[in-house]
């Protein structure tokens, strides 16, 4: 039954942000795409090195 109810919250959650998303976000330009695309290799290369880290350290 916790099962469900979980389930029924993380679903809720989705749906409002799809709601919201859709309703009150702009899409980006490309400038702003240009940057993104810059930086996110960096910060996931950053989060797996990381995250390997911690894995060795347990």
């Given at each position: ?24 976000a702009k899409p ?25 880290i911690k894995m060795?350290?347990?």
């Amino acid at each position: 039954m916790t099962l469900l109810i979980i389930l029924l919250i993380v679903f809720a959650v989705v749906a409002l942000m799809v709601f919201f998303g859709e309703r009150y976000a702009k899409p980006m330009d490309n400038e702003q795409q240009q940057k993104y695309a810059k930086i996110l290799p960096i910060l996931v290369f950053v989060v797996l090195i990381g995250s390997l880290i911690k894995m060795l350290m347990n």
